[in-house]
């Protein structure tokens, strides 16, 4: 799946459900159901994990670098 879908780098940069959760403005349970593939995140939450983390907004929203 896609980063949006299954978002890997928060977790890659060593963030746990809860500090995500906190991050985005969501609960841990919505967290649970992005990495499950449940439901996708919404653009304010990838927006606010891309700030707090530093990972392109454009990778999360589609998986595809931002770069040729």
């Known amino acids: ?4 879908s299954n978002p890997k780098s928060p977790a890659a940069a ?3 459900q809860g500090q995500l959760a906190e991050l985005a ?3 841990r349970k919505s967290v649970s159901n992005w ?3 449940k439901t996708v995140p919404r653009r304010s939450a990838l927006i ?12 999360l929203e589609t998986g595809e670098s931002p770069y040729p």
């Open 1 to 4: 799946g896609t980063p949006g």
């Open 14 to 16: 060593g963030l746990e």
């Open 25 to 27: 403005g969501v609960s």
């Open 35 to 37: 990495e499950i593939g």
């Open 48 to 59: 606010a994990i891309a700030f707090a983390t530093g990972v392109n907004l454009y990778w």
